[in-house]
C-alpha cells in the first residue's frame, strides 16, 4: 500500500515534465528550427515527401509563432539575419530554394509545397506574403542564381494569386533600384508571371493595387524614360510588358493633360497658351491629333456646370464652344481628326440626355468656325458615324447635309461654266 501511495506523485510528475517538455519543443524557436531542419534532411529533394512532412508537422510545431522561421528555412535554409545573410550559430539544411535547380520546372514543384502548405494552414497567408515582402528587401544579400530563383518563384505565385503584386513595393526600394538589381529581377519575375498566364492577367493585378503606373521606377531617376524601359525589357525578351508600359504612360499623359486643359479653362487662361502648352504635351507624349482632340473635347465639356433644362443647355454649349473653336480649330487639320470630333460629339450627346436635341446646332457651329470641313460631315454621314444615336442623329443632320450637298453641286457647277 505504502509502495502505491509513493507512485502517484511520481506519476504526475512524469505527465508534468513530458508537458513541459512538449511546450518547450512547441515554443521554443532553436528546437522549431531543429526539427524543420531534420526533416527537410530527411525528406531530402523529393519535395512531394517535403509536402507531407510540413502537413503532418503543423499539428506538432507552432508554424503560427515561427512563420518566419519556417519560411526563412525553406527558401534559404536557415534563419535570416538583417540583409539576407544565414546566421552562422544555427542548423542549416542543404535542401531549400536556393539550393535546388534553377529552373521554371523546379520553381513551378517548389511554388506547389508553399501553396499546399497555405491551403493547410491558412493563417500563414499573412506571414508568408511578409516574408516574401522580406525577402526582396535583402535581394543585394542573395547571389546571382539564389535571386533568380526567388524571382521565378515569385513570379509564379503571383500567377497562381497566393500573394497580392503589392508585394512589388519591395523593389522600389532606392538601392535596389540604384545597383540594377530590382530590373533585372523584375525580368525573371515577370517572364515566368506572364508563362504561367498572359499579359492580361498580369495587368489586371497590377492596376487592382496601382502598380500598373509604377513600372518605371525599376529604374533610377537618370533612366527613367520610356525610350529605356522599352529597350530594356524588349531585349530581354518581354516586349509585351513594354507595350503594355507605354499604353499605361500614355493613359496617364492623357489624364493628366485632360486635368491640366479643365484646369486652365476654368481659370480662363489665353486660348493661345492653352494651344502652345496643348501642343508642346502632344509633341512630349507623342499623342495623334485625333487622341488629342478627343482629350479637348472631353476638357472642354467638363469645365463647365451645365443647366439641367434642355432647352437652355443648347443655347449655353452654343455659347461655350464657339468662345472655343478657336482651340478646336487648331487641332482638327487633319480629316481623320474632324471625323473622330464628330464621334465624340455623337456619343456625348447620346450619353448626356439634355444634349440629344443639340446635336445639330453644334455641329452647324463648328462648320461655321472651320473647325469643321463639309467633306468631313458628309463622310460621317455617309459611314463615318458610331452607333449611339445614329437614326436620331442622322435624322437631325438630315436637312443640313442635303444643304451642303446642294451648295457642293452647285460650287462644281460654277467652277465648270468659269472653265
Request: net charge negative; proline share 2%.
Amino acid at each position: 500500500m505504502n509502495n502505491q501511495k509513493q507512485q502517484k506523485p511520481t506519476l504526475t510528475g512524469q505527465r508534468f515534465k513530458t508537458r513541459k517538455r512538449d511546450e518547450k519543443e512547441r515554443f521554443d524557436p532553436t528546437q522549431f528550427q531543429e526539427s524543420i531542419v531534420q526533416g527537410l534532411n530527411q525528406t531530402g529533394s523529393d519535395l512531394e515527401a517535403v509536402a507531407k512532412f510540413l502537413d503532418a508537422t503543423g499539428g506538432k510545431l507552432d508554424y503560427r509563432r515561427y512563420a518566419e522561421t519556417l519560411f526563412d528555412i525553406l527558401v534559404a535554409g536557415g534563419m535570416l539575419a538583417p540583409g539576407g545573410t544565414l546566421s552562422d550559430d544555427l542548423t542549416r539544411t542543404e535542401y531549400c530554394l536556393f539550393t535546388a535547380n534553377e529552373d521554371l520546372e523546379t520553381m513551378q514543384a517548389y511554388a506547389q509545397v508553399f501553396n499546399k502548405l497555405i491551403r493547410r494552414y491558412k493563417y500563414l497567408e499573412k506571414g508568408f506574403e511578409e516574408e516574401i515582402k522580406k525577402l526582396l528587401l535583402f535581394l543585394k544579400g542573395f547571389d546571382e542564381s539564389e535571386r533568380n530563383k526567388l524571382a521565378m518563384l515569385t513570379g509564379i505565385l503571383l500567377a497562381n494569386g497566393n500573394i497580392s503584386a503589392s508585394i512589388l513595393n519591395s523593389l522600389y526600394n532606392e538601392n535596389l533600384v540604384k545597383e540594377g538589381v530590382s530590373a533585372a529581377f523584375a525580368v525573371k519575375l515577370f517572364k515566368s508571371w506572364i508563362y504561367e498566364k498572359d499579359i492580361n492577367c498580369v495587368a489586371c493585378s497590377l492596376r487592382k493595387v496601382g502598380m500598373d503606373n509604377r513600372l518605371m521606377e525599376l529604374f533610377p531617376a537618370n533612366k527613367r524614360s520610356p525610350e529605356h524601359f522599352s529597350k530594356y525589357f524588349t531585349d530581354a525578351g518581354l516586349k509585351e510588358l513594354a507595350d503594355f508600359a507605354r499604353n499605361q504612360l500614355s493613359i496617364g499623359a492623357r489624364k493628366e493633360l485632360q486635368k491640366e486643359l479643365q484646369e486652365q479653362m476654368g481659370r480662363g487662361d489665353p486660348q493661345r497658351e492653352i494651344i502652345a502648352y496643348t501642343r508642346e504635351e502632344m509633341k512630349k507624349a507623342g499623342l495623334s491629333e485625333q487622341t488629342l482632340i478627343n482629350i479637348i473635347w472631353s476638357s472642354l465639356m467638363s469645365c463647365v456646370e451645365w443647366n439641367k433644362k434642355e432647352e437652355l443647355v443648347t443655347e449655353q454649349a452654343i455659347k461655350h464652344l464657339k468662345q472655343y473653336s478657336p482651340l478646336l480649330k487648331a487641332f482638327t487639320t487633319q480629316g481623320l481628326s474632324e471625323i473622330s470630333l464628330l464621334s465624340k460629339v455623337q456619343e456625348y450627346c447620346y450619353d448626356n440626355i439634355h444634349f440629344m436635341k443639340a446635336f445639330q446646332k453644334i455641329v452647324v457651329l463648328l462648320y461655321k468656325a472651320d473647325v469643321l470641313s463639309e467633306e468631313a460631315i458628309l463622310k460621317w454621314y455617309t459611314e463615318g458615324q458610331v452607333t449611339k444615336g445614329k437614326s436620331v442623329f442622322l435624322e437631325q443632320m438630315k436637312k443640313f447635309v442635303e444643304w451642303l450637298k446642294n451648295a457642293e453641286e452647285e460650287s462644281e457647277s460654277e467652277e465648270d461654266e468659269a472653265d
